[in-house]
């Protein structure tokens, strides 16, 4: 690059590639690219193949498809980094959540429409928001930004991918100063914030057998335990009174406390009028940094399917989002040994370990952390907050341990207020996506300058 852009000259910039960067999000939209088991594999290897062409137009070259074994491929590229300056590594993804319009979509998922300054469309935000970030970003240099670059744009985010498995064994492609992650966003439109923690994930599967077989309700009921009504019992126990999760030894993390208005969270969430929210404390800390337990899915027979009998099996998938600090594999021992302790009756209980993702806990005492903060703040013109993610990106773990002395920024346009990712109706703030690009495009820039 020839000289160093102004803050302001990147603000023109940026508002200059707007109506592209529009227009190439439309795009993206429409391709149906659901990565999960069952889904035709066609959607998500042409919006794979669009992905590169997009980032090609955008400046970065040296992009191609990554083979990732047992799964689809990742997007990479590199961009050199000129005589001392230090290299970026830009993640986000290019899979989505299914949706279907009878779902309860206003729209068609997969037709973008834009309403009221927000961007309709499965992946609007998460994360095909993401691909046009990094994109641009590299756009307002025209190809030759002050730094090195390397981009990675995962196929297999929303589903149990193999980036993970492929990272530690190919660690050169992954060797960077900072990672910038563009798969977050603010609390709400507008308001700047800088992800610093992400819950993890782990889940299981619990079974109770009774009987050998289904019996009459009429003949057998009231002495032989029923293994549904057991399991009910066992579900029953994950939760105290007020909503808290009632498994003991789990951790919590001592995050500081962001204030989340109880309105949004109703309004966001979709809870019915007059229904109680669960759990204590701050409800910050209550989707970020404590514990909480889902049951996801129940094997039972269904109420039309429904005859009198006493149910010999029954079984259901418990998911449980963990303290972003805790050790992933202790919290699941304890779920599992609380489900098998809580059994009543002396019933059969069998716990199968299903999934571990640990959370992450992103260090904020770095060079570019703070460049990061003084960029963010420019973009919006307001002073950035820092904030939780309940969500899970086991990924981040993974690179912390091949990339140790990388530093994290996560950000993005999910605004949490709006958005709606993974539900129906998603969309992105086109105003909150420009400002996006506009931070990341100044973080490179100080960067690139060495503050």
Not at 154 to 161: A, D, K, L, V, Y
Not at 211 to 234: E, N, Q
Request: hydrophobic share 40%.
């Amino acid at each position: 690059m020839e000289r160093a852009f102004s803050v302001e000259e990147i603000r023109q910039k940026v508002r200059a590639l707007m109506p592209e960067v529009m227009e190439d999000l439309k795009q993206l939209i429409n391709y149906p690219s659901v990565a999960f088991p069952g889904y035709p594999s066609g959607p998500v290897l042409d919006m794979a193949d669009a992905t590169v062409g997009v980032i090609k137009k955008y400046g970065l070259q040296d992009v191609h498809l990554l083979d990732i074994p047992g799964g689809y491929p990742a997007v990479y590229g590199e961009i050199p980094a000129p005589p001392g300056a230090p290299t970026v590594l830009m993640y986000a993804h290019y899979d989505v959540q299914p949706a279907r319009k009878e779902d309860g979509w206003e729209t068609d998922p997969w037709t973008p429409v834009l309403k009221n300054g927000r961007l309709y469309g499965r992946g609007a935000a998460d994360d095909k928001s993401g691909i046009m970030i990094t994109a641009a970003s590299l756009g307002v240099f025209e190809g030759r930004p002050p730094v090195g670059v390397k981009v990675i744009i995962e196929g297999s985010e929303e589903t149990p991918g193999h980036l993970e498995e492929f990272v530690p064994l190919h660690p050169d492609f992954f060797s960077c100063d900072v990672i910038m992650v563009a798969d977050n966003g603010n609390l709400s439109v507008g308001e700047p914030a800088l992800t610093t923690t992400l819950r993890g994930e782990v889940s299981c599967i619990i079974e109770v057998q009774t009987l050998d077989h289904a019996v009459h309700s009429g003949s057998f009921g009231g002495a032989a335990p029923d293994a549904l009504v057991s399991l009910i019992r066992i579900l029953s126990t994950l939760h105290d009174a007020r909503g808290n999760v009632a498994v003991q030894g789990l951790r919590s993390y001592p995050q500081k406390e962001v204030e989340y208005p109880e309105e949004l969270y109703r309004r966001d969430s979709g809870l019915l009028e007059g229904v109680d929210l669960i759990g204590t404390g701050s409800l910050s800390a209550r989707l970020w940094s404590k514990p909480s337990v889902t049951v996801i899915g129940i094997d039972a027979p269904s109420v039309g399917g429904a005859s009198n009998i006493l149910i010999p099996r029954a079984a259901a998938k418990v998911s449980m989002r963990i303290s972003p600090d805790a050790d992933a594999d202790h919290e699941l021992q304890i779920l599992m040994d609380h489900l098998q302790a809580v059994a009543p009756w002396n019933v059969p209980v069998k716990v199968t370990k299903v999934s571990v993702n640990s959370g992450f806990v992103c260090p904020i005492d770095g060079p570019g952390y703070g460049a990061a903060r003084r960029s963010l703040e420019n973009a919006f013109e307001k002073p950035v907050v820092e904030m939780g993610a309940g969500g899970s990106i086991p990924l981040l773990h993974v690179l912390r341990e091949t990339v140790p002395k990388a530093e994290f920024i996560l950000w993005g346009a999910q605004d949490a207020s709006s958005s709606r990712i993974h539900g129906t109706d998603e969309s992105v703030d086109i105003w909150e996506l420009e400002r996006f690009i506009v931070a990341q495009s100044l973080l490179l820039k100080s960067l690139g300058e060495g503050r």
